[in-house]
């Protein structure tokens, strides 16, 4: 039975480590993506002045770059620690407007984002 009750105590002490390190990692890796999501919402805020004055949207999506947002003057430039990224942002009217970000740097790509664009 102490036998038993030893174990029992020598796992859930593991477990707890184990869960401890997890968390923590998970803390370092979000902290390490901020700053690329900061860049990703710069872009979205960027593309919306663009959609308000430039384009009226009916039904359907259109795709807006980082260089047309750059050469119109609604986004500065796109860096993050002298990092220069490219992205686009798509533009969907399904009723209302949604935009969705993609962005490519050096250390970090948005999932799903395609070279085409």
């Known amino acids: 039975m102490k036998k038993t009750k030893i174990l029992f105590i020598i796992w859930a ?18 902290n390490k993506y901020e700053k690329y999501r900061v860049l990703e919402d710069k872009l979205v805020n960027s593309a919306k002045e663009y ?12 795709t ?20 220069v990224c490219q ?7 399904n009723g209302t407007y949604e935009y969705t970000p993609y962005i490519t740097c050096k250390d970090y790509t948005t999932r799903n984002f395609s070279e085409n664009k």
């Open 13 to 30: 002490i593991i477990v707890l480590i184990l869960i401890c390190l997890l968390t923590a990692l998970g803390f370092i890796l979000e």
């Open 51 to 62: 959609a308000h004055s430039e384009i009226l949207l009916d039904e359907g999506e259109v």
């Open 64 to 83: 807006v770059t980082t260089e047309e947002l750059i050469e119109l003057e609604y986004l500065d430039s796109l860096e993050v620690d002298d990092d």
């Open 87 to 93: 992205g686009y942002v798509v533009i969907t009217n």
